[in-house]
């Protein structure tokens, strides 16, 4: 994370050039194949409009590795913008437009787009009680990465050719002088009336042991879950522990999935429902050093996005290895309770389908006795048997907030981190 640069420092520096009087020295390239690589900066303005107050997120993503709910991507950098440099001494029941600058230094030749949120602070808004909610986004755990109900979101847009918004990209290819261009003027805009967030996270806990034979399917029940996310004093040396956010809901919300947008739901056998679900296989390596090793995918042992470049690989249902790495999923799907199943499939009055949320007290995961390498999710290849080891559960709402479990809420990594642990947030699916 970069701070926007100062622009008094950049005046101080020029001035001390032109002070010494002669010639700058001569720039030679170094050995060093990192500082020889050309770099540029994103920057723009962030724009916020609305009665909403907080600390502004904003997250730079690949374009070939988008977010949940379009793909997996984490983001490649980040940076925040504090409260007060936002919104200033402004009245808290001003709407707005609120500007502060941001930018993206050190960014490397790629594609990009700009997105983020405002991560609502609640407690200075009028009416505020004691329940109100600071802002809570820490970037370090996966368990407070990501936006919760009333944060607003935003993002640096373009308008298409007929007029409806669509992601800016950036499009940052060196010249032929080897340099790269600057992306200036890429603004982020918010909207509290557009883009609030309706939800929380999908927090959830699976009843059971785990144990799963790979040789036929299983049943498990998700239940949602409101958990806190506290440090541990006996670790921090602190007189009490500190909350540092609450995750999750009572209930689950789910929906009708209608991803080419023509009003029909998906799917043809059997309606898609949000959240999705992705069952993906743990590493196995171990690092005593860094409990916290045992919460990377296999083969993704940096916990980038990506997978490495060598690592495990399964034997295919058909043909030979390829040398390749493999993302071991689990083939799954996910069904509600009956009643809520027909919540979801009541029309409305004019016979149009409904895609608003219902809200449902389980989910039902069924595991197949099938996995699959997904290193191309276009074209997933069934492996000759399921891998022994440990897989996580993911839940991915449609808003593309997630929930994963195990977490660092673990019993076997939270205290390496100085958290609490929590004893619903260390379940794995177990193949042996």
Same mark, same amino acid.
């Given at each position: 994370?970069?701070? !926007?640069?100062?622009?008094?420092?950049?005046?101080?520096? &020029?001035? @001390?050039?032109?002070?010494?009087?002669?010639?700058? !020295?001569?720039?030679?390239?170094?050995?060093?194949?990192?500082?020889?690589? @050309?770099?540029?900066?994103?920057?723009?303005?962030?724009?916020?409009?609305?009665?909403?107050?907080?600390?502004?997120?904003?997250?730079?993503?690949?374009?070939?590795?988008?977010?949940?709910?379009?793909?997996?991507?984490?983001?490649?950098?980040?940076?925040?913008?504090?409260?007060?440099?936002?919104?200033?001494?402004?009245?808290?029941?001003?709407?707005?437009?609120?500007?502060?600058?941001?930018? /993206?230094?050190?960014?490397?030749?790629?594609?990009?787009?700009?997105?983020?949120?405002?991560?609502?602070?609640?407690?200075?808004?009028?009416?505020?009680?004691?329940?109100?909610?600071?802002?809570?986004?820490?970037? #370090?755990?996966?368990?407070?990465?990501? !936006? $919760?109900?009333?944060?607003?979101?935003?993002?640096?847009?373009?308008?298409?050719?007929?007029?409806?918004?669509?992601?800016?990209?950036?499009?940052?290819?060196?010249?032929?002088?080897?340099?790269?261009?600057?992306?200036?003027? =890429?603004?982020?805009?918010?909207?509290?009336?557009?883009?609030?967030?309706?939800?929380?996270?999908?927090?959830?806990?699976?009843?059971?042991?785990?144990?799963?034979?790979?040789?036929?399917?299983? &049943? /498990?029940? &998700?239940?949602?879950?409101? =958990?806190?996310?506290?440090?541990?004093?006996?670790?921090?040396?602190?007189?009490?522990?500190?909350? &540092?956010?609450?995750?999750?809901?009572?209930?689950?919300?789910?929906?009708?999935?209608?991803?080419? $947008?023509?009003?029909? +739901?998906?799917?043809?056998?059997?309606?898609?429902? #949000?959240?999705?679900?992705?069952?993906?296989?743990?590493?196995? =390596?171990? $690092?005593? %050093?860094?409990?916290?090793?045992?919460?990377?995918?296999?083969?993704?042992?940096?916990?980038?996005?990506?997978?490495?470049?060598?690592? =495990?690989?399964? @034997?295919?249902?058909?043909?030979?290895?390829?040398?390749?790495? %493999?993302?071991?999923?689990?083939?799954?799907?996910?069904?509600? +309770?009956?009643?809520?199943?027909?919540?979801?499939?009541?029309? $409305?009055?004019?016979?149009? #389908?409904?895609?608003?949320?219902?809200?449902? +007290?389980?989910?039902?995961?069924?595991?197949?006795?099938?996995?699959?390498? @997904?290193?191309?999710?276009?074209?997933?290849?069934?492996?000759?048997?399921?891998?022994?080891?440990?897989?996580?559960?993911?839940?991915?709402? /449609?808003?593309?907030?997630? #929930?994963?479990?195990?977490?660092?809420?673990?019993?076997?990594?939270? +205290?390496?981190?100085?958290?609490?642990?929590?004893?619903?947030?260390?379940?794995?699916?177990?193949?042996?």
């Amino acid at each position: 994370m970069t701070p !926007p640069f100062p622009k008094r420092l950049g005046g101080l520096a &020029l001035t @001390a050039l032109l002070a010494t009087g002669c010639e700058p !020295p001569p720039v030679v390239p170094t050995a060093d194949v990192r500082q020889k690589n @050309a770099l540029t900066r994103i920057e723009g303005q962030l724009v916020v409009q609305g009665r909403v107050r907080g600390n502004a997120i904003v997250l730079l993503y690949d374009t070939e590795r988008p977010p949940p709910p379009q793909g997996t991507g984490r983001p490649v950098s980040f940076t925040v913008v504090p409260r007060e440099q936002l919104f200033g001494p402004s009245d808290v029941t001003s709407t707005g437009p609120f500007t502060a600058p941001y930018a /993206f230094s050190q960014v490397a030749p790629g594609s990009y787009f700009v997105r983020g949120f405002i991560d609502v602070d609640t407690c200075v808004m009028p009416g505020a009680t004691s329940s109100c909610r600071a802002p809570d986004f820490i970037p #370090w755990y996966t368990i407070t990465g990501e !936006p $919760n109900l009333g944060d607003v979101g935003g993002a640096a847009l373009d308008t298409s050719r007929d007029g409806a918004p669509v992601p800016r990209v950036l499009n940052l290819t060196p010249r032929s002088d080897g340099t790269l261009p600057v992306a200036t003027g =890429v603004n982020v805009s918010f909207s509290a009336d557009q883009a609030t967030v309706p939800l929380e996270r999908p927090v959830f806990s699976v009843d059971g042991t785990g144990n799963f034979s790979g040789q036929a399917g299983a &049943l /498990f029940t &998700l239940r949602p879950r409101t =958990v806190e996310v506290r440090t541990d004093k006996e670790k921090t040396g602190e007189e009490d522990s500190r909350l &540092l956010s609450t995750q999750g809901a009572p209930v689950f919300f789910v929906r009708l999935v209608d991803d080419n $947008n023509d009003g029909q +739901p998906d799917g043809d056998k059997k309606l898609e429902i #949000w959240p999705r679900v992705l069952v993906r296989k743990l590493t196995d =390596v171990k $690092n005593p %050093d860094n409990p916290s090793q045992e919460l990377a995918d296999e083969n993704d042992l940096d916990r980038n996005g990506l997978l490495d470049k060598t690592g =495990v690989e399964h @034997a295919p249902l058909v043909g030979d290895k390829d040398g390749q790495p %493999d993302r071991v999923i689990l083939l799954t799907s996910l069904d509600v +309770p009956p009643e809520v199943r027909d919540r979801l499939m009541q029309k $409305n009055a004019n016979g149009t #389908w409904n895609f608003q949320p219902v809200p449902s +007290p389980t989910l039902l995961l069924t595991l197949q006795p099938q996995a699959v390498d @997904a290193r191309d999710p276009a074209h997933p290849v069934p492996l000759k048997a399921v891998p022994s080891g440990r897989y996580a559960i993911t839940l991915v709402q /449609f808003t593309g907030q997630t #929930w994963r479990v195990p977490n660092e809420l673990s019993a076997s990594v939270a +205290p390496s981190i100085d958290l609490l642990p929590s004893d619903t947030q260390s379940f794995t699916i177990n193949v042996p």
